[in-house]
């Protein structure tokens, strides 16, 4: 059973003037002002975790518009290359043409009729045979080419198409990260230093208290303690960002969101993972919650939202949200969604 609260927990649910709460930016119908600690702080979470989902959305498209930007560099290259291809072919179909101008564009077995000496007339044949052949090869290729060239130009054009695209998106995800980020700032900025004191005691009643209920459900009793190579490199390197600030959108080396710490973590550890929470999740190797082991992910909310870098003994490194630093905390402080293992 979840525990009741304390005196301290009591006193946090004091009601709060909605003159100390900001309205959120509008995200939709209208919805009354939050006017108690417990709901402000439901609002502060709301809004935070919609700046996560939009920044992990954000990170999605930023990696998709880095690969492209790859994929469109090696086409453009492709279409030089076949300009040039196509270039010097047509250098060789004009000086074909020219030469079969010089000679008349008389048949071989004329010339072989009209020749004085047979012997030579047989190597002039076969020569104009060659040279017949060699000229339909050169226009055969120079017409490939040149729809070589055409299918090279609308590759690029449409892969610069939807990098266009891709890019408005990353507009648009950074747009309401900022938003969100912006409003609950702002609600923040509104309390009183004794209210921040007892709004972030309400944070940790809560925490402590999901910890326990998770802790008591006999979950970790099978988990493993002993984490594999890889995993005890990953942990060590997120245990060397502990204290460096949240930045939505940023992989290191000086601030970290959270997919961007347990990707870093594990690329530290010599395996590249997915840039986002949403994707290791879907692509990486579940384990049951009950099977984890330290070096394990585990992925929050129904969402994919969150993911935090489980170090054994219940506990994990995350990097929570803005205004927040990379910490160890509590690995059943939020609703976990399941775990991967990156190693598997």
Same mark, same amino acid.
């Given at each position: 059973m979840r525990r009741s609260p304390g005196p301290r927990g009591r006193r946090a649910t004091a009601a709060v003037t909605l003159a100390l709460v900001l309205t959120a930016v509008p995200h939709g119908p209208a919805v009354a002002e939050p006017a108690t600690l417990p709901e402000v702080r439901a609002e502060l979470d709301r809004l935070y975790h919609e700046a996560e989902a939009a920044t992990e959305k954000y990170n999605a498209v930023d990696a998709e518009v880095t690969r492209q930007k790859k994929r469109l560099g090696t086409l453009r290259g492709r279409v030089a290359a076949t300009e040039r291809k196509l270039d010097r072919l047509g250098r060789l179909a004009g000086a074909a043409a020219r030469s079969q101008y010089r000679g008349g564009?008389?048949?071989?077995?004329?010339?072989?009729?009209?020749?004085?000496?047979?012997?030579?007339?047989?190597?002039?044949?076969?020569?104009?045979?060659?040279?017949?052949?060699?000229?339909?090869?050169?226009?055969?290729?120079?017409?490939?080419?040149?729809? =070589? !060239?055409?299918?090279?130009?609308? @590759? %690029? +054009?449409?892969?610069?198409?939807?990098?266009?695209?891709?890019? &408005?998106? $990353?507009?648009?995800?950074?747009?309401?990260?900022?938003?969100?980020?912006?409003?609950?700032?702002?609600?923040?900025?509104?309390?009183?230093?004794?209210?921040?004191? =007892? !709004?972030?005691?309400?944070?940790? @009643? %809560? +925490?402590?208290?999901?910890?326990?209920?998770?802790?008591?459900? &006999?979950? $970790?009793?099978?988990?493993?303690?002993?984490?594999?190579?890889?995993?005890?490199?990953?942990?060590?390197?997120?245990?060397?960002?502990?204290?460096?600030?949240?930045?939505?959108?940023?992989?290191?080396?000086?601030?970290?969101?959270?997919?961007?710490?347990?990707?870093?973590?594990?690329?530290a550890a010599g395996v590249a993972l997915p840039r986002t929470s949403q994707e290791q999740w879907r692509r990486l190797h579940r384990v049951a919650v009950a099977d984890m082991r330290p070096g394990d992910l585990i992925i929050y909310h129904a969402d994919a939202g969150h993911v935090g870098l489980y170090i054994g003994d219940g506990r994990m490194i995350h990097a929570p949200r803005p205004g927040r630093s990379v910490t160890v905390a509590p690995a059943g402080s939020m609703e976990i969604l399941g775990v991967v293992r990156p190693d598997a």
């Open positions: 564009g008389v048949p071989a077995e004329v010339q072989f009729v009209l020749a004085g000496d047979p012997a030579h007339a047989l190597d002039n044949a076969s020569l104009a045979r060659q040279a017949h052949l060699g000229t339909r090869r050169v226009l055969e290729a120079l017409a490939g080419t040149e729809q =070589e !060239l055409r299918t090279r130009g609308d @590759e %690029a +054009a449409a892969e610069l198409k939807r990098l266009r695209k891709n890019r &408005g998106k $990353l507009e648009s995800h950074r747009d309401t990260v900022l938003a969100r980020i912006g409003a609950a700032e702002r609600v923040e900025s509104r309390l009183a230093e004794k209210q921040r004191r =007892e !709004l972030a005691a309400l944070e940790k @009643e %809560a +925490a402590d208290a999901a910890q326990a209920d998770w802790v008591e459900s &006999g979950v $970790l009793d099978g988990a493993g303690t002993e984490a594999g190579d890889a995993g005890r490199e990953a942990i060590a390197f997120a245990t060397r960002q502990l204290g460096k600030p949240y930045v939505w959108g940023a992989e290191g080396p000086d601030s970290y969101d959270c997919s961007g710490l347990t990707s870093r973590a594990w690329l």
